[in-house]
């Protein structure tokens, strides 16, 4: 065993606490994925892995609107959102925006008021343009 001087016992248990702490935490909102990719709303591949969203995708890919809807994550209001758009160039819209928990936000936005937006989703007419 390794004999620490007395006065260099507290910093040797301050460095090792600090060590410890800076390794990781249970907020993984930020870990990258396998494919490296970020999660979002604390799952890789939020298609796949929330499952309100992925009923509103099987139930947009089963209407006639569905083709020309994109589904997109970003930042509204220093929160994690999904956000459904159109990539219709004739249509007007506005983006439709969800909590991680599938609840409709009642906000009036537009595309530029949502930071960090990824293309997570896209209609069969819309063409990938992330």
Known sequence: MVKIPFILRPLTVLLFSAGVLACGSDDDTGSACDDG???V???CNPVENLAWLRDKIAALENSEEGDEITLYTGTYE???VIVQGSCCAACLWMPV???CDGQRLDESTSMQNIAD???IWHGSHCQRYD
């Open 117 to 119: 937006q990824k293309l």
């Open 97 to 99: 925006l969800w909590t």
């Open 78 to 80: 220093n929160r994690i």
């Open 41 to 43: 709303c604390g799952v």
């Open 37 to 39: 990719s970020d999660r």
